[in-house]
């Protein structure tokens, strides 16, 4: 049986702390793993955004428990002030899931001599709505890798340039998405090589190296390309035959 005599309300607000950062540990470990996979995560800043998220969340909890508790309440009222308490944290994780999910990366597009990490809510959805399976839903896990072309008929380049011009990029169009295996060759030649990558980045040369070494494969058998991203630019190290993926890494690519 529960003796609340035993507890302080310092008690009671650590050990609602210890079961906050738990959770909060657990969500961001879900989400970068599903949905911000390395680079990504460094890459759309989420960092930031989700020290703001779990920080609020794992101290807006303990620090309401350490206010409200007072076993002079008596049992019954003490449950509903903690369960109220419970309510509103769980809201705001919530809430703050939700703003992660609907700012998520949806794909790592290749077009023309680069990529873009293209987030969940920069695809318009009547872009989406253009879209043929399996372009025309935005995916629940893991981003993929495509490829974007413009079309050869006239009339749909136009319209896709037009876009452009008012801010939906070619690589934010899903109707002109291809499977990546389509233009990875496109993307080993215009690859550079990894010597430049290290020229630009003096300070990531050993990590560089180390993705080399990883592959299996001489430098001479990689390039890499640069990758737009909403937060840092990164680089995506390809087999300079096939346009393979091998890694991809935080350094500057320009």
């Given at each position: 049986m529960l003796r609340l005599a035993n507890f302080s309300r310092w008690q009671a607000g650590g050990g609602h702390?210890?079961?906050?950062?738990?959770?909060?540990?657990?969500?961001?470990a879900a989400m970068i793993l599903v949905w911000y996979p390395p680079p990504y995560f460094e890459a759309t800043g989420?960092?930031?955004?989700?020290?703001?998220?779990?920080?609020?969340?794992v101290t807006l909890g303990p620090l309401l428990t350490t206010a409200v508790f007072d076993p002079t309440?008596?049992?019954?009222?003490?449950?509903?002030?903690?369960?109220?308490?419970?309510?509103?944290?769980?809201?705001?994780?919530?809430?703050?899931?939700?703003?992660?999910?609907t700012a998520r990366p949806a794909y790592l597009v290749f077009a023309v001599d680069r990529f873009d990490l293209v987030m969940a809510n920069t695809i318009p959805p009547a872009e989406l709505a253009k879209a043929s399976p399996p372009w025309h839903r935005l995916p629940m896990g893991r981003p993929p890798t495509v490829g974007a072309?413009?079309?050869?008929?006239?009339?749909?380049?136009?319209?896709?340039?037009?876009?452009?011009?008012?801010?939906?990029?070619l690589t934010q169009q899903p109707r002109f998405f291809v499977p990546y295996a389509a233009v990875a060759r496109d993307a080993a030649r215009k690859g550079r090589e990894i010597a430049e990558?290290?020229?630009?980045?003096?300070?990531?040369?050993?990590?560089?190296?180390?993705?080399?070494?990883?592959s299996g494969r001489a430098e001479s058998g990689l390039r890499y390309l640069a990758a737009r991203a909403p937060n840092r630019d990164f680089a995506v190290v390809v087999d300079a035959a096939d346009g393979a993926i091998v890694d991809m890494t935080i350094a500057r690519p320009w």
């Open positions: 702390l210890l079961l906050s950062v738990a959770i909060g540990a657990t969500v961001l989420g960092m930031g955004l989700v020290l703001l998220m779990i920080g609020v969340d309440k008596g049992l019954g009222k003490l449950k509903l002030d903690l369960a109220a308490i419970g309510f509103l944290q769980l809201a705001a994780l919530a809430y703050g899931i939700h703003v992660m999910y072309q413009l079309p050869e008929d006239p009339k749909l380049k136009e319209e896709s340039l037009f876009l452009a011009l008012g801010g939906v990029d990558l290290k020229r630009l980045n003096p300070d990531r040369v050993a990590a560089v190296e180390a993705i080399v070494r990883a």
